[in-house]
């Protein structure tokens, strides 16, 4: 039987196949029963299974990372597919396709990194440039830049999700600079190349998508911030000219309160205003791609109307052309 992939899955699927596991984690539930809360995933993406009255045995039985075959059957659980599982069993990797694996780019990368420099270099600020040129020229933080998703599952999550998110961000910084002549242009094209760049060490994508413990105990906006004192002295050892502390230093207060307000992460409010509009530019392309993406993967394949979403806390319109009344 052929694979149906995680994004081809809708309600009430018989499931029999492989998947890679991540994030298991034994639960118990109100009664005191213990269960298996683990997310699944393949190159399409990633969706979460449960496996009622599961044991110390099964959850011990494999590792995240590792490939499992399951049995079980999907259901709509607020608006979005989940699995149950009834059998889960460890598989090794020599009989996997790990081509089914790979998450796709979805990008076209090369493009991408060729904007993503053009863009750059048309600074007027020499010590802006100089400190970009430091990570352009930087083969192995390359590597993974263009490599890294943006997020786990939230938005941009597949491999070069990164470099798209903060080429469309930076995007939107050279068309909407010219509107707003008080924004410093280059300071805010250069917060938007470097505001979510320590996602390259945050996550790990080798495997599946998951945080790293770096990731985990200090979080991107910290970590990107030793990132850039470390391209700041490389950029001004090199060129043998200082960059500004004041343009460090707002560059440091964008990349520390880019999401926004202190309810989503941000230790400090945005307090400038290329702070502010790149706080709003950054929202507005990870909304808009998490929404196209309800659109898209949306199980309620019948209606107009996507099934009901509780992360979004809406349902969202396709239209009539969606389910063929056009």
């Not at 984690?25 to 496996?51: C, F, H, K, W």
């Not at 917060?191 to 991107?220: C, I, N, P, W």
């Not at 396709?318 to 063929?324: D, F, I, M, Q, S």
Request: net charge negative; hydrophobic share 40%; glycine share 8%.
């Amino acid at each position: 039987m052929s694979r149906r992939y995680v994004n081809q899955l809708g309600p009430q699927d018989t499931i029999d196949q492989v998947f890679l596991a991540s994030e298991k984690q034994l639960r118990p539930n109100r009664n005191g029963n213990l269960y298996l809360q683990v997310e699944l995933s393949d190159r399409s993406g990633t969706i979460g299974a449960r496996m009622w009255n599961a044991t110390e045995d099964v959850y011990r039985g494999f590792d995240n990372g590792d490939y499992v075959h399951i049995e079980g059957s999907t259901q709509l659980f607020q608006g979005n597919v989940q699995m149950i599982i009834t059998r889960l069993g460890k598989v090794d990797p020599s009989e996997v396709n790990e081509d089914d694996f790979q998450p796709l780019a979805a990008v076209e990368v090369d493009r991408l990194v060729a904007r993503l420099g053009e863009m750059l270099r048309t600074m007027d600020d020499l010590a802006l440039r100089n400190l970009a040129e430091c990570f352009l020229l930087d083969e192995a933080f390359m590597a993974r830049f263009t490599r890294a998703p943006a997020g786990v599952k939230n938005h941009h999550a597949y491999l070069g999700g990164l470099l798209e998110h903060t080429v469309n961000l930076m995007e939107m910084v050279v068309r909407i600079a010219p509107c707003y002549p008080q924004l410093n242009r280059d300071l805010l094209l250069t917060g938007a190349f470097v505001h979510d760049m320590s996602k390259v060490d945050e996550l790990t994508y080798d495997r599946g998508f998951a945080y790293s413990d770096e990731g985990q105990l200090v979080g991107h906006l910290v970590m990107a911030v030793g990132l850039l004192e470390g391209k700041v002295a490389e950029a001004e050892k090199l060129s043998g000219e200082p960059i500004p502390r004041e343009s460090i230093l707002r560059l440091k207060h964008m990349i520390v309160s880019h999401h926004g307000e202190y309810e989503f992460g941000s230790p400090k409010l945005p307090m400038t205003l290329e702070a502010i509009a790149l706080a709003y530019l950054d929202n507005l392309d990870a909304k808009l791609a998490s929404f196209a993406q309800q659109l898209r993967d949306d199980p309620n394949v019948d209606s107009p109307w996507t099934a009901y979403n509780a992360n979004l806390r809406r349902k969202l319109y396709k239209g009539a052309e969606e389910v063929g009344e056009g």
